[in-house]
């Protein structure tokens, strides 16, 4: 039987859904001001693998996913400008176009990750008149308040509070730095809907008249609309458990007055040499990034699977090239298996098929699994392997079927010819006498000749285009 973790009770329990076989399953979505970086493309292949253990397991899944195109705000907290507004600002676009544009690159993120889209997914724009019904309800019912700059939720109504991080009100409001808005009731209250300055470019008629709705109402009212007032599961990153989710439940349960979330589930956060991603250090990378000095995609799903969902994960380019390797190797070995006529005994197959599912079933143990997966590919060649060995990519999802078409052929690493490194030599020395310039038009000539190179804390990687 499948256990995992659940957040809220902070023990690995077994699964039981509300409706026998069936998963109803809400996924906190992309704000789509930017491209998605690394660290949040790995809790959507942290979300793709728990919906795929739900399938391996039998059951049948109604996966709900938000795309945030209004509402969240650059602090996370209630302050900043609204990130799409920000993006629509400086990239002379209208919000809707911002928002457009980053949705699709963001699908095709997911497509070249093999990440599987939710059922439903769902605009938060789409949703407004539902948000406004939903703050006139908590409005009603005493457990909202208006202020000059907006209506905010009052925390101290809510008792339950805290219950999926630990937090206590009075521990956290010390934490939280000297207040602008001094007409909340308390310190900790957070916006339910923000009334919109003169030049706020997305507003909507209301009630307290014109305005946009807050972060965590979106969430509470798209999940509870299409799946209910009590639902299975809800993920994450773990970064959105103490402010963002805990506000989901407060809003969710002050109306339903019931559980609204049995299992909660957050994927642990992706470092970048050791240290938080950031624009400053440059060292917050895409997937085209990736592409562009010579990974695959897959290459990157793969280094994901190597860390266990609720640990971190630490990038960096020699773990890459040792994932872009290591499946390399997978494709090899695996070819061995599908290209022999012999057959495996049926204790074998299923000694490695129980070795899996349990691996599976323990929270999810991908890198058990894989490691399993490799022991099996030791055993003597036969196609029962080969065939066992896409079972398992079911959850994997890596397309091993392809994998050894594509990879055996085993490409020799590009050579990079020695005009090309005395240019990268040049410009390392240009760079190193701060003549940005000249490193500027080396990175050009390099580029003209068919190159692409970026800079990285381990030095200057240099790939081949369509490499
Ligand atoms: P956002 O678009 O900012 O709402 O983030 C989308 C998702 O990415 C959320 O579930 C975040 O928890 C997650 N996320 C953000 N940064 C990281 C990171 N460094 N590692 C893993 N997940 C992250
Ligand atoms: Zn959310």
Redesign the pocket.
């Known amino acids: 039987m499948l256990k995992i973790y659940n957040t809220l009770t902070r023990t690995k329990s077994s699964f039981v859904p509300i409706v026998p076989g069936l998963v109803c399953m809400y996924s906190?979505g992309?704000?789509v001001y930017n491209y998605a970086h690394i660290?949040?493309l790995?809790?959507y292949v942290f979300m793709d693998l728990v919906r795929r253990v739900f399938k391996f397991e039998g059951y049948k899944l109604k996966g709900v996913m938000n795309i945030?195109d209004v509402g969240?705000l650059m602090a996370d907290s209630d302050d900043g400008e609204d990130k799409i507004v920000t993006a629509a600002k400086k990239q002379n676009k209208s919000p809707l176009e911002i928002a457009e544009f980053y949705t699709d690159a963001f699908f095709v993120d997911l497509d070249k990750l093999n990440i599987e889209k939710p059922e439903i997914i769902v605009k938060a724009t789409d949703h407004v008149s539902e948000m406004i019904d939903y703050v006139s309800q908590l409005i009603e019912q005493g457990f909202a308040y208006e202020t000059s700059d907006g209506i905010y939720f009052d925390r101290a109504k809510f008792s339950n509070y805290g219950a999926l991080s630990g937090a206590i009100l009075d521990e956290q409001i010390a934490g939280i730095r000297v207040e602008i808005n001094n007409e909340k009731k308390h310190p900790a209250d957070f916006a339910l809907w923000k009334k919109a300055e003169p030049l706020h470019i997305m507003r909507w008629d209301s009630p307290w008249g014109e305005g946009y709705p807050g972060w965590h109402i979106e969430c509470s009212v798209m999940s509870q609309k299409y799946l209910g007032q009590t639902f299975d599961l809800h993920t994450?990153?773990?970064?959105?458990i103490p402010i963002h989710h805990e506000n989901e439940i407060a809003q969710n349960e002050a109306i339903s007055k019931k559980k609204s979330v049995n299992y909660w589930m957050h994927?642990e956060?992706?470092?970048v040499d050791g240290g938080k991603?950031s624009k400053s250090l440059g060292n917050v990378y895409t997937i085209t990034d990736l592409e562009k000095i010579g990974y695959d995609a897959l290459d990157f799903r793969y280094f994901c699977l190597n860390a266990h969902y609720r640990s971190k994960l630490n990038f960096t380019f020699s773990g890459m090239d040792a994932a872009k390797k290591t499946r390399r190797n997978l494709g090899i070995q695996l070819a061995k298996h599908k290209d022999s006529n012999e057959r495996s005994s049926t204790e074998i197959l299923n000694h490695y098929r129980n070795l899996f599912k349990k691996a599976i079933e323990d929270d999810i143990n991908v890198p058990l699994a894989l490691g399993i997966l490799f022991t099996m590919l030791k055993e003597s060649k036969s196609y029962d392997i080969y065939k066992l060995a896409l079972e398992f990519d079911s959850i994997f999802g890596l397309s091993l079927d392809k994998t050894t078409t594509d990879l055996v052929e085993d490409r020799e690493e590009a050579i990079i010819p020695d005009d090309i490194k005395e240019l990268i030599e040049k410009r390392t020395i240009a760079k190193a006498n701060k003549d940005y310039a000249l490193a500027d038009d080396i990175r050009k000539q390099i580029q003209e000749r068919g190159y692409q190179i970026l800079d990285t804390k381990e030095g200057v990687k240099v790939s081949k285009v369509g490499d």
């Open positions: 906190c992309p704000t660290g949040n790995r809790t945030t969240h994450g990153g773990v970064d959105h994927g956060f992706m470092l991603m």
